[in-house]
C-alpha cells in the first residue's frame, strides 16, 4: 500500500507574500476593475465560464491550469496598478444584446506585478516571460511586442471565481458602480469591492480586510 502525502493549509493566516497566501484576497492595498473581452476571458479563466458558453473553447493548456495569469492590454490607466491590488475581473459583452445584461463581473484577482515594454531587454525574453501564462499565441506576442509602442503586462494570481455573476445593470443599481465611468479599468472603494464578493457568493473566509 502507498502512502498519500496531504497538505492543510490555514486560511486567514497571512504571511504577506500573494503566492503564498493564496487564495486569500488581501484589500490591504487598493481593489480595481478590470475589463477583458470575451474572446480571451473564457480561455484565461475557465472556471468562470458563462452558462451560455460552450466549454469546447477551454483547451487543456497551461494558461488555463496555472493560477498564474498573464493578460496583455494598451490602457495606459493600468500603469497604476500595484503589487497586492486586488481585481474584479469584468467580461464585456458580446455584443448579442445590451452591455447591460450581457457584461458581468466573473472573478477576483490579485496582482503579482505590472511590466511595461522598456521592462523587456527583447521579443525573446517578453515571449519566455509572457507565453506560458498568457492566452496569446506566439505570432500575436511577437506582433504585440514588434508593432505597439506601449503595452502593458499584467500578471496575477486567480483567486475566485464568483458562483454567482453579477450583471452590469446590478453592479450600477446595487453596488454603486458610475455607469459614466470608463469601465475598461476602474478604481473601487473596498465596500464595493465586498459587495461584489458577496453578491457573488464567494466564501468569507477568503477575504482578508
Known sequence: MGST???????GALEGEIEKDYPVISLNRRQYLLAIYPGY????FPDSILNNESTSIVDDVSHTNSIEKIYICKMPRVQSLRVGDALVIYRTGDGKGPAKYRSVATSLCMVEDVKTKVNFTNLQDFLSYCKARSVFSEEELTEYYTQWSHMYVIKMTYNAALKNRIIRKRLIEEVGLSESEYWGFMELRASQF???SRLGDVDDSLIFH
Do not use: F, Q
Open 5 to 11: 502525502l496531504v497538505l492543510l493549509k490555514e486560511i
Open 41 to 44: 476571458h473564457t480561455r484565461l
Open 194 to 196: 465586498l459587495n461584489i
